[in-house]
T-cell receptor, first 115, second 112 residues
Framework: EAGVTQFPSHSVIEKGQTVTLRCDPI?????LYWYRRVMGKEIKFLLH????????ESGMPNNRFLAERTGGTYSTLKVQPAELEDSGVYFC?????????????FGPGTRLTVT | DAKTTQPPSMDCAEGRAANLPCNHS???????VYWYRQIHSQGPQYIIH???NNETNEMASLIITEDRKSSTLILPHATLRDTAVYYC?????????????FGGGTRLMVKP
């Protein structure tokens, strides 16, 4: 079974540019999450999809961040325009949708550097 | 979700058991204890979870005290590849979609 995949693994962009990160969850997992770790800080939740719907986006830092999950499969996270403080590692995770304490499976992350 | 407290770092000799403690004194009755780890430059990896009873899987054992206010993750025979940051997370099970709240974790260094 393929795990969660993320693309690209690294991205270096200049301040003011746009970057789009992609996450492919484990097949059949309705729940998809985005997290990020900025330099020296803890891993923080950004948002949660159930299929194509945003269940919780309380962690999104501001309106420069836009997440989509059209069709309930893969998800994209766009940062526009990027700022220096957006640098960090962005993780995607997925889990099956049903009652119970299901664990989340994480991807390897995308390291974003804004210069 | 309940807050957890972990020591910032620990050392362990290769081949010995690594015992990682976690305090969660404000845990509620419907909250599970989860353990994840993050090996350098990788995404967090699920290890184990439990509610009341002790749990064991191929990776580790989880010992939860009777009052559920603390727990210990045990790696029975630590190897160099177990060097990582270990996170103890408490999360309710009423909604499978709940986010994970990561703290600082414990940085475990396994030494030869």
């Amino acid at each position: 079974e393929a795990g969660v995949t993320q693309f690209p693994s690294h991205s270096v962009i200049e301040k003011g540019q746009t970057v789009t990160l992609r996450c492919d969850p484990i097949s059949g997992h309705d729940n998809l999450y985005w997290y990020r770790r900025v330099m020296g800080k803890e891993i923080k939740f950004l948002l949660h999809f159930v299929k194509e719907s945003k269940q919780d986006e309380s962690g999104m830092p501001n309106n420069r961040f836009l997440a989509e999950r059209t069709g309930g499969t893969y998800s994209t996270l766009k940062v526009q325009p990027a700022e220096l403080e957006d640098s960090g590692v962005y993780f995607c995770a997925s889990s099956p949708q049903s009652g119970g304490p299901y664990e989340q499976y994480f991807g390897p992350g995308t390291r974003l550097t804004v210069t | 979700d309940a807050k957890t407290t972990q020591p910032p770092s620990m050392d362990c000799a290769e081949g010995r058991a690594a015992n990682l403690p976690c305090n969660h004194s404000t845990i509620s009755g419907n909250e599970y204890v989860y353990w994840y780890r993050q090996i350098h430059s990788q995404g967090p990896q699920y290890i184990i979870h439990g509610l009341k009873n002790n749990e064991t899987n191929e990776m580790a054992s989880l010992i939860i005290t009777e009052d559920r206010k603390s727990s210990t993750l045990i790696l029975p025979h630590a190897t160099l590849r177990d060097t990582a940051v270990y996170y103890c997370i408490v999360r309710a099970s009423s909604n499978a979609g709940n986010m994970l709240t990561f703290g600082g974790g414990t940085r475990l260094m396994v030494k030869p």
